[in-house]
């Protein structure tokens, strides 16, 4: 099945600090990959579509200068959240989307990641 | 893409099975069903998806009513490893299209 990585699956930062996250598509290329933010008690929100090759799309009322997305590589989209503040702790969780599929993984489909718990001092 | 609503909380025996309703009300015609589940601190998983007949996988039945306003994902044997936040999401099924998530059923399977 299709396997979807994160790293670190947590951090701890200073305020002010810049964080990286990693999401890769181990078994197979994602064109599309999205970013998801969840704060405790409450569901997914998502924050952007990665597209590799190009910029990624954001969803309204989220700072693209502040949330870093690049998508150098078929398999590898980044977030790097830049001058992390207290407010910006939160579980990070990428999802990569499979699109034609391929041995053993469903096209069409989105498999997200394990997330990544984000937390600022 | 269409909005879903969905009870906040179910519980259920173990052992037994969990209908997990979904109200779709203004889905598309070509807008699929989704479901995903989400364990305590991890990554959502895929389940299954739909349009309009009824699907059945390793995992779990999805059933859509015939008007598609309404469906149910039934996990036929529900173990204490089933206790989860199930969400349902209608979307269009194109080439990477995003899943907007509501606030999904909290299931807890009971022993």
């Known amino acids: 099945g299709a396997v979807v990585s994160q790293h670190p699956s947590w951090v701890i930062c200073k305020s002010g600090t810049s964080v990286k996250i990693e999401c890769r598509s181990l078994?197979?290329?994602?064109?599309?990959m999205f970013w998801y933010r969840q704060f405790p008690k409450q569901s997914l929100m998502l924050m952007a579509t990665?597209?590799?090759?190009?910029?990624?799309?954001?969803e309204q009322g989220v700072e693209k200068d502040k949330f870093l997305i690049n998508h150098a590589s078929l398999t590898l989209s980044t977030l790097t959240v830049t001058s992390a503040h207290p407010e910006d702790s939160s579980f990070y969780i990428c999802?990569?989307?499979?699109?034609?599929?391929?041995?053993?993984?469903?096209?069409?489909?989105?498999?997200f990641g394990p997330g990544t718990r984000l937390t600022v001092l | 893409d269409a909005k879903t609503t969905q009870p906040p909380s179910m519980d259920c025996a173990e052992g037994r099975a969990a209908n997990l309703p979904c109200n779709h009300s203004?889905?598309?015609?070509?807008?699929?069903v989704y479901w995903y589940r989400q364990i305590h601190s991890q990554g959502p998983q895929y389940i299954i998806h739909?349009?309009?007949n009824n699907e059945t996988n390793e995992m779990a039945s999805l059933i859509i009513t015939e008007d598609r306003k309404s469906s149910t994902l039934i996990l036929p044997h529900a173990t204490l490893r089933d206790t989860a936040v199930y969400y349902c999401?209608?979307?269009?099924?194109?080439?990477?299209?995003?899943?907007?998530f509501g606030q999904g059923t909290e299931l807890s399977v009971k022993p």
């Open positions: 999802s990569a989307f499979s699109g034609g599929g391929g041995r053993g993984i469903r096209g069409n489909t989105q498999y």
């Open positions: 999401i209608v979307r269009v099924d194109n080439q990477g299209g995003k899943l907007i």
């Open positions: 078994d197979f290329q994602a064109t599309t």
């Open positions: 739909g349009l309009k």
């Open positions: 203004t889905i598309s015609g070509n807008e699929y």
């Open positions: 990665s597209n590799e090759g190009s910029k990624a799309t954001y």
